[in-house]
């Protein structure tokens, strides 16, 4: 009576026994393999689109990236690093023959070469930027799949590459200043807060178009077409003064318009267009904090998508 007893009970008990066991093993198996990670590293819900603090902390990961940039890419060419100074200088070249020899387009009155080159120089820093970095997480994609590190250094990195391709470049424009007799004005000062828009708005549209082209990679086949008509809306191979009036404010609109315009005026002389400028700079401000915000978003996905 008591054998048949106990097995009763021991019966009875299985239901509750298995239902033990199996939440016993779903715990085990969910802390040995989890189906979804226990801690998830997300970026800060805080105001600020741009972790500067977390950038300032890993500044120097963005040094190595943008050394380790500039020491790759010329490493395997025959010029080399002699592609800074030649690509802006023959695209002067070329427009010189073209357009100032050929279609007569004027020139405000000073040496056309000195006034393509002044147009051609920033123009070049900004397009390459933008383009270097539209591509940026998609070749750093095994270190953004291994390590967290604030996203945005990576595009951030190769738009300052592109910098110092800038600042190279630029001891050309100073020589042909020279070699013109192109007097140095006090305007020259306002040349370098222009660089710094300029260098801004890079980094911002290279943040939005890198996270694009991350999870659409159809951007990389049309930012080439994107920015080629971008050019000729520019001021750089005519003046501004060749726009009607009436469509002068729409054409204004273009943060380049007033950037290209403002530097070659700061450094040739010229009439300064501050409505231009004041334009340029609020187009500037909207886009970057749109393009950081908008990266910002996408940031999560960055790991999955490249």
């Given at each position: ?50 972790e500067l603090r977390e950038i300032w902390t890993h500044r120097e990961l963005l040094y ?243």
């Amino acid at each position: 009576m008591a054998i048949s007893e106990k097995v009763t009970r021991v019966s009875t008990n299985l239901p509750d026994l298995a239902a033990q066991s199996v939440a016993q093993t779903k715990t085990l198996s969910h802390t040995l393999l989890p189906d979804q990670p226990l801690i998830k590293i997300r970026v800060s819900k805080g105001w600020s689109p741009v972790e500067l603090r977390e950038i300032w902390t890993h500044r120097e990961l963005l040094y190595y990236l943008v050394w380790r940039d500039i020491k790759v890419r010329y490493k395997q060419t025959v010029l080399g690093a002699s592609w800074i100074i030649l690509q802006p200088l023959l695209m002067t070249l070329v427009f010189a023959i073209f357009l100032g020899k050929i279609a007569q387009v004027p020139s405000q009155g000073v040496p056309h070469v000195l006034f393509l080159f002044s147009g051609v120089l920033p123009w070049t820093f900004f397009s390459n930027a933008i383009s270097g970095s539209s591509f940026s997480l998609v070749i750093n994609a095994p270190l953004i799949t291994r390590v967290y590190f604030p996203r945005s250094m990576v595009p951030l990195a190769a738009t300052l590459v592109r910098l110092s391709d800038f600042i190279v470049a630029a001891a050309v424009l100073v020589m042909l200043m020279f070699y013109y007799r192109q007097p140095f004005n006090w305007t020259i000062l306002i040349a370098p807060f222009l660089i710094a828009q300029m260098t801004i708005l890079a980094m911002g549209l290279g943040m939005w178009f890198s996270a694009l082209n991350a999870k659409y990679r159809d951007i990389s086949t049309a930012l080439p077409v994107l920015l080629q008509l971008w050019m000729f809306t520019s001021p750089i191979v005519y003046p501004e003064s060749m726009v009607p009036e009436r469509w002068q404010w729409v054409y204004e609109l273009n943060p380049m318009v007033g950037i290209i315009e403002g530097f070659r005026s700061s450094l040739l002389g010229l009439e300064f267009n501050w409505r231009g400028l004041l334009i340029s700079l609020l187009v500037t401000s909207v886009l970057v904090v749109y393009s950081t915000y908008a990266f910002k978003r996408l940031d999560e996905e960055f790991a999955d998508v490249v």
